[in-house]
């Protein structure tokens, strides 16, 4: 069985798709590849932020659920998103970006030998920048070339995620054999597990909280985690693992950007596995992703009623 080779996207729940776009965009440096809508809930917008080309493993998408209350976080729950950037000078230069865009913070850390900066958005949700410098493993993408963060300091993909659980020793268990990470290190209550060729972009911490109260989706929070396959073929085999383990699934379903697979290992925790391709560059141009509604062509009939449902977000650079 081929293992699972990192961290594919994380989706999130934000109050604000312009708010969002605005962060991740001008705060951030990390490029809107591509500006779509939820498959199952046409109302509501799914954006996509990544590295320059949007390489797999690199990207945060949001959900912006209309009516949706604030989350809690807490136990039980994807808590916190990494990303990585090339060392530990970039992690210095972004907490001087985030005093001098007054975005809150916690001051560079370390955890697991690596230089860290936790800090959060202004709906509360978690992320931190960690140091690629003394890394080794999934190999990153490549920063926004055009963005406004220069490329030597640049967000450029995913890091660990983090997962709180107030059952550490059952959800290991299931974690290790299910999904076939495995922990490799721990300090205190922070246990880190890894897949294929490891490093942070094939990471998860699972933190072991007892203590907090279970937390609540909403915004503010993550909605779930994928983690990557390179094609079909190996989807397919872990549908067939998922059925073997009994474990209630999606099945196979085809998102267009990319093919997926949805279960529950815990509640109310859900995983997804995706393939790495074919990506977002097949109905938009390099020079200008992200800034016209795409919709996949099983939507496309419908884009006159979703225009006129979802509000229109200014999202054009090139100019």
Known sequence: MQQLTGIHHVTAITSSAEKIYEFFNEIL?????????????????????????????????????????????GTNEIARTSFRVPDDKAVSYFLDRFEQFNVKHEGIQEMFGKKILPFEDFDGQLYQIISD???????????????PVPEAYGIYGLGPVFINVSQFTAFKAAFEKVYLFKETASEGKYHLFET????????????????????????????????????????????????????PNSGY????????????????????????????MGDEPYETLGEKLSLPPFLESKREEIEAQVRHIDTVRSH
Not at 133 to 147: F, R
């Open 29 to 73: 440096g990390m490029r809107l590849v591509k500006k779509t809508v939820n498959q199952d809930d046409i109302e509501t917008y799914h954006l996509f932020f990544a590295d320059d080309a949007g390489n797999a493993g690199t990207d945060m998408t949001f959900f912006d659920f209309k009516g949706a209350s604030k989350g809690k976080h």
């Open 133 to 147: 410098e003394h890394d080794s493993g999934v190999a990153p993408g490549t920063p926004w070339k055009n963005g």
């Open 196 to 247: 294929g060729k490891g490093g942070n972009g094939a990471s998860v911490i699972i933190v072991d909280d007892v203590e907090s109260r279970s937390a609540y989706q909403g915004y503010g929070t993550i909605h779930h985690v994928a983690f990557r396959v390179p094609d079909e073929a190996a989807l397919n085999e872990w549908v067939e693992r998922l059925q073997q383990f009994n474990l």
């Open 253 to 280: 379903i085809d998102r267009y950007f990319f093919k997926s697979l949805y279960a529950r290992l815990s509640m109310p925790i859900l995983f997804e596995i995706a393939t790495d391709g074919p990506g977002f």
